[in-house]
């Protein structure tokens, strides 16, 4: 096993750190020391990706066996990046790999900066981002003094409760137009025949008019209803992770209550 790198500046020696998918590098970009970061997803620099600066001058490695060995890590961080077998493999060689978890409140998002700065020897670092994201939060609250919005991707999705999405509207003062729990696709017809609530774009800043990828974005009722009804829109490198970019999404929605 390789020998930790310590960082300049600091008392810590971090390990070796891959990651092996987007998310991941959002996590491994924020809490590593630059020196200590041996590979990061090819998606790293990626237009989506909210540290992209910071993943300038970084290897970018595909996420295979070959490829994670020659690294040489100590740690991986996945979130959904790399299958069964690979995460095995790499146990078995004694590497340490952390998986971060679905979010469905800013508890969790707490959990998983945690988990991974613990692992990469930086928990000062991560109680630094909770911080950070906490008084993100207390200066947002209420913003939207409980006005009645739909989150809606280009796809025709939604979130309703048990989402971060959900916890995202309701950190800025928002009510969850959506009272099924989970994700759920909005209907048309309804949409339709019944004046929409405001809407909460995400990943529109990703849509292509006429692409394949997201479904209904260029229908016309759903184009009516962006057109008419939406009062933010939030970047889909805000919205792909559960880390600390939720605040910041908080933040930029609240923000556009100013004023209105």
Request: proline content about 5%.
């Given at each position: ?18 990651s092996?998918?987007q ?13 200590a970061?041996?590979g ?30 020659a ?5 991986v ?24 978890a ?42 939207w ?15 309703g409760?048990?989402?971060?999405i ?5 950190a ?23 004046r ?21 974005g ?36 609240a ?6």
């Open positions: 096993m390789a020998v930790a790198l310590c960082a300049p500046l600091s008392a810590q020696c971090a390990p070796r750190v891959l092996l998918d998310c991941a590098d959002q996590f491994v970009l924020a809490l590593s020391p630059r020196e970061i041996v990061l997803s090819t998606r790293a620099d990626d237009a989506d990706s909210r540290l992209r600066g910071l993943a300038v001058g970084l290897p970018k490695r595909r996420v295979d066996l070959e490829s994670a060995l690294a040489r890590p100590q740690v961080v996945r979130y959904w990046g790399g299958d069964p077998r690979l995460v095995s493999a790499l146990e078995a060689r004694g590497v340490r790999v952390v998986t971060v679905d979010a469905r409140d800013f508890s969790d998002v707490h959990a998983n900066i945690r988990r991974v700065s613990a692992a990469l020897d930086r928990r000062a670092t991560g109680e630094a981002q909770i911080a950070r994201m906490d008084q993100r939060l207390s200066h947002a609250a209420g913003a003094g409980g006005m009645r919005a739909l989150y809606l991707t280009p796809g025709g999705a939604t979130s409760p048990g989402t971060l959900d916890a995202i509207l309701r800025a003062g928002m009510t969850n137009a959506e009272t099924r729990s989970g994700f759920q696709t909005v209907s048309l017809e309804q949409m339709a025949l019944t929409p609530p405001a809407l909460v774009l995400g990943f529109f800043d990703t849509f292509q008019s006429g692409g394949d990828n997201w479904g209904v260029g229908h016309r009722i759903l184009r009516t209803a962006v057109r008419d009804r939406a009062v933010a829109s939030l970047p889909g490198s805000m919205l792909g992770c559960p880390d600390a970019s939720s605040a910041a999404a908080v933040e930029l929605l923000a556009k209550a100013v004023g209105r």
